[in-house]
């Protein structure tokens, strides 16, 4: 059975930062991402990394402010978000697909976790 985790989300001062976790079991994803849902909103794209991470697509709205990694060993991703501002308050959720180039399709999906900016 495949499980994606998250963990790390929580409530957080604009300016400050959060790094979010992914603990997946189950099987290797080639291609992780992350999205993002805040209330009343679409859910959009955050960022996603190929398998060997030499590879990463980050929305214009985090670029600069967020990095996304991946731990092989321990099957992990992570999402590392500096610079909070309140419009970034969404709950996350880790996911494995498939990419090419920039276009990236999740196909398992984590339970989210809640990020909370405040100002």
């Known amino acids: 059975q495949v499980q994606l985790v998250e963990s790390g989300g929580g409530l957080v001062q604009a300016g400050n930062s959060l790094r979010l976790s992914c603990a997946v079991s189950?099987?290797?994803?080639?291609?992780m991402g992350w999205f993002r849902q805040a209330p009343g909103k679409e859910r959009e794209l955050v960022a996603h990394?190929?398998?060997?991470?030499?590879?990463?697509y980050y929305a214009d709205f985090v670029k600069g402010r967020f990095t996304i990694s991946r731990d092989y060993l321990k099957n992990a991703l992570y999402l590392q978000m500096n610079s909070l501002t309140v419009e970034d308050t969404a709950v996350y959720y880790c996911?494995?697909?498939?990419?090419?180039?920039?276009?990236?399709?999740?196909?398992?999906w984590g339970q989210g976790t809640q990020v909370t900016v405040s100002s």
């Open positions: 990394i190929n398998w060997g991470g030499s590879s990463t």
């Open positions: 996911t494995g697909g498939s990419r090419s180039g920039t276009y990236y399709s999740p196909n398992n």
């Open positions: 189950g099987r290797t994803f080639g291609s």
